[in-house]
Each structure stands twice: as C-alpha cells, then as structure tokens.
C-alpha cells in the first residue's frame, strides 16, 4: 500500500509505475501546511428542527482516501452538500485546508476552489463521444484559458490518454457515451472530474447499480488513485468498501453524528455500528 502523502509534496511515480499526468496532491492554492485539505467542527444543520447533521467533526488528511458508510438517512449526501456548499450549515464550521472558509463561499467559488463532486446519477454529454466529454470537461477547468479557437496541445491530449487509461475507457474514445454502460458512463464521469484536477473528490455512491465486475474495476480504479489524491467515498456496498479501505480509515455516520471512526476491520467489530448498521 502506497502512503499517504505530506503536504507539499508532489506524486512521483515509482519504478516501471505508469507515469499520472491525472494525479493532483500537491496542494495549490490551498493551504494544507497542517495536513489536512478539509475540516468539518461541530456542523449543525437543522431542517425545520430535524437535525439531518448534529455537531459531526471530520478531518480528511491530503492524499486521503476516506470512506464513509452509514444508514439511510444518516446524513452522507447532506455532508457532501455543506461541502459543496448547497447547503449552509446551521452552525459550525468547514474548512478546506487552513483558510478557507466553506462557509463563506459560493458553491461555484468552492468548485473553483478545487472541490470536485460526483453525484450518483452520472451527467455525461450523451450525444457527444467519450473523447469530446473529456475535452469539454478540460475546457471548463477554469485554470485553461477560455478560447474560442481552442485547440488541444500535445500535452493536454497526452493527459486525456491517461485519464482514458485510468477509467478503462481507452480505444472507445470514439463512442458516444450515450451508448456506454451505466458503469462506463459513471467512470466517464470520474475522468471528467479527474481531468479538472481537484484538490478534494468527493463521490457519493459511485458504484449504485453497477454490475458485480463493473464495481469491482472501480474499486481497482479508486486503488489507483489512493494517495495521489484527497478522496471521500460515500458508499453501501460493503465488499467495495473493503476493497478500497484497505488500512486507511472508515467513518461511520449516524443520525447526523460520528459514531465509530477506524480501519474497516475496527469498525466491523464495533458493537455500536453492528446493531445500527452492519447487523441490518
Ligand atoms: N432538504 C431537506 N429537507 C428536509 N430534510 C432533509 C433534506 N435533505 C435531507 N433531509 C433529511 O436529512 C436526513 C439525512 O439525509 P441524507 O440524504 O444526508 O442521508 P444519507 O446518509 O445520504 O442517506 P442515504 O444512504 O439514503 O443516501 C434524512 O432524514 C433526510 O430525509
Ligand atoms: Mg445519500
């Protein structure tokens, strides 16, 4: 297992490892000189009263690749919208690295900042090809000049051949991602997010609905990336989350709060996350 990265430090790919023109850790912009690219303390956020997020307190280190389970209703999603800035959290605080403030940022200031979200229904072009998704996805990564005569450099196509490698998309770049499958369109929709280069990823239910070998490719695909980038995964699926954890840490959510937070295999024991969750 590859360690985890520390602030300031950039991805080097090891010995006869495939070199990652996608992998994004070293940290720009963002101020991560403590360890840390976001910080949830005590975030309330009350829906006429019903507290769907009670004082929940997360940490997510730079190069992390977190994830999160928990029951129906335990506040996941509403985690990642605070995040994302669609919802505003009734008290507490969000930080992404040391100073920035989520709170006092727009959901497109958060983007631009480098938060980059999947949600569970993929949103690809339908009507353009796989190749066009992910140029269109690198044309709207603000940090590439707006042009109305844009045309690819090397490197750039270079990066998409990576990124098409990665989400084991290569040689049907052609297609039109309307015709991909469910799960082929979900990794299409990973490699536009990747292509942005964010400096935080966050994937709520990336593998809902995918057949048995497509997530078990996702779950090769999120190895992958383990440690060149800062990951939370919101999933159910048990075994895929086993597959990704690995050593790295697992929270739990419960009724808005954290209830247990270690290794899958920590959490798997725990007596207090078996009866609400893994016992079901
Ligand atoms: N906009 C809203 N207004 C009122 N209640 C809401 C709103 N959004 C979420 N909730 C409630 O907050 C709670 C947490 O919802 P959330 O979607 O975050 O759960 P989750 O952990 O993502 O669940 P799941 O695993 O089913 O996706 C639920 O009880 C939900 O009904
Ligand atoms: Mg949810």
């Known amino acids: 297992?590859?360690?985890?990265?520390?602030?300031?430090?950039s991805y080097e790919a090891k010995p006869g490892e495939a070199p990652t023109s996608y992998a994004r850790i070293k940290p720009d912009g963002v101020d991560t000189l403590h360890g840390a690219i976001l910080y949830l303390e005590e975030i309330t956020v009350s829906f006429d009263g019903f507290k769907?997020?009670?004082?929940?307190?997360?940490?997510i280190s730079v190069g992390e690749l977190r994830c999160i389970i928990g029951p129906n209703g335990a506040g996941?999603?509403?985690m990642m919208d605070v995040i994302t800035g669609k919802t505003r959290p009734t008290a507490g605080t969000a930080f992404f690295g040391q100073s920035m403030d989520l709170s006092k940022m727009t959901e497109y200031e958060i983007a631009q900042a480098g938060i980059g979200r999947k949600f569970q229904r993929p949103t690809v072009f339908e009507q353009h090809t796989v190749f066009d998704n992910l140029e269109l996805a690198m044309k709207m990564d603000k940090r590439v000049k707006p042009s109305l005569f844009f045309k690819l450099s090397s490197a750039q196509k270079d990066r998409i051949d990576d990124i098409l490698k990665l989400i084991r998309l290569n040689g049907m770049e052609k297609n039109l991602a309307g015709l991909l499958s469910h799960g082929q369109k979900?990794?299409?929709?990973?490699g536009m997010l990747l292509i942005q280069e964010p400096q935080l990823i966050l994937?709520?239910?990336?593998?809902?609905?995918?057949?048995?070998?497509?997530?078990?490719?996702?779950?090769?695909?999120?190895n992958e990336l383990r440690g060149k980038h800062s990951i939370v995964v919101v999933e159910h699926d048990m075994g895929f989350v086993t597959e990704?954890?690995?050593?790295?840490?697992?929270?739990v959510l419960h009724e808005?709060?954290?209830?247990?937070?270690g290794t899958?295999?920590?959490?798997?024991a725990d007596e207090r996350v078996i009866e609400v969750y893994l016992g079901r």
């Open 264 to 268: 899958m295999q920590q959490v798997q």
């Open 1 to 9: 297992m590859s360690s985890v990265l520390q602030p300031g430090q």
């Open 186 to 190: 979900q990794w299409l929709e990973i």
């Open 52 to 59: 769907a997020l009670n004082n929940l307190n997360l940490d």
């Open 256 to 261: 808005g709060s954290v209830l247990a937070e």
């Open 76 to 78: 996941k999603t509403t």
């Open 203 to 222: 994937l709520d239910e990336p593998v809902a609905g995918m057949s048995d070998a497509e997530t078990a490719r996702t779950a090769e695909l999120l």
């Open 244 to 251: 990704i954890a690995q050593q790295g840490k697992v929270t």
